[in-house]
């Protein structure tokens, strides 16, 4: 949605009428979801003329604006007991990577901060999060190949209640949403953390890539179904023009996006800003 979407718009509309359909399509394929879109158009259709380029953006921006929370909780910590952040997300979207600059983040507030290895099912997931550990200079948890993640985040729990570590951040494998076995292990995760504390996982954070458009919202549904959805971390909202999908969870779970990732750097992470989002979008 950002750049590339407003762009398109330009050049398709200016100095010519407005052709509806070719609008819905256009609005739909910049990954802002059915609902989202006939909103736009509703509101275009409202005003006595036929949009020019610059009502078409002015709107958009307008709804948009009216969609997307300004002022997302912030991750603080508990006074008394670790804040577990459970990371899920299907392979490939960067989720161990959002781990780890998540974990920087936190430490660069000066937080305390352990990561859990409970990816245990593809062994470089534990190595790429133990070279990170390393890097940031935080703790990590593992255990050994093809070991219960559940366990896992219940003995790493006890180990950071123990440090006093005010946040425990568990990288989950990835998987993907169609798998029913695999969600329901996420589930057992989840009630296991929930013998600690009824509350936790007090956070669950999904990582979606910005590239695979419409696709991460189904993701975003079926996540949301198996541990309940606090937020979202968007990766490579990196000028690809791409980030529509981000409205459209939004707007159609109410789930906000936390976090996004820019880059390749530990750095090029950061809390997810509405105002600078809508601003960047042309």
């Not at 997302?72 to 600059?101: C, D, E």
């Not at 937080?111 to 290895?117: E, I």
């Not at 948890?141 to 729990?157: E, T």
């Not at 950061?270 to 809508?278: L, S, T």
Request: aromatic share 6%; glycine share 6%.
């Amino acid at each position: 949605m950002p750049i590339g979407f407003f762009k398109s718009i330009v050049q398709k509309f200016t100095g010519r009428p407005v052709d509806w359909d070719e609008l819905e399509e256009t609005l739909i394929r910049a990954d802002l979801g059915v609902s989202m879109t006939m909103k736009i158009l509703t509101s275009l259709r409202s005003r006595d003329k036929l949009p020019t380029t610059n009502d078409i953006i002015e709107v958009t921006r307008e709804e948009v604006a009216k969609v997307l929370p300004f002022d997302p909780a912030p991750l603080r910590p508990f006074p008394a007991k670790p804040k577990v952040i459970l990371v899920v997300g299907v392979n490939g979207t960067g989720k161990t990577t959002s781990t780890a600059k998540l974990a920087y983040l936190l430490k660069s507030r000066r937080h305390s901060v352990t990561l859990v290895a409970a990816d245990t099912f593809r062994a470089a997931a534990i190595e790429q999060l133990g070279i990170w550990s390393e890097r940031i200079g935080v703790e990590m948890i593992k255990g050994q190949y093809n070991a219960d993640p559940a366990a896992l985040c219940y003995d790493a729990y006890v180990a950071a209640d123990k440090r006093n570590t005010e946040f425990l951040i568990c990288d989950t494998a990835g998987r993907l949403h169609t798998k029913i076995n695999l969600m329901a292990e996420l589930n057992k995760v989840k009630r296991t953390l929930e013998k600690h504390d009824e509350t936790a996982p007090h956070e669950c954070l999904l990582v979606v890539d910005a590239t695979t458009g419409s696709n991460a919202l189904q993701q975003a549904k079926e996540f949301n179904q198996a541990v309940k959805l606090t937020g979202v971390i968007v990766t490579k909202l990196d000028g690809s023009g791409k980030g529509g999908v981000v409205i459209a969870i939004q707007n159609e779970l109410n789930i906000p996006t936390r976090f996004i990732g820019t880059g390749e750097k530990l750095e090029d992470f950061a809390a997810f800003d509405a105002r600078v989002f809508i601003e960047q979008m042309l």
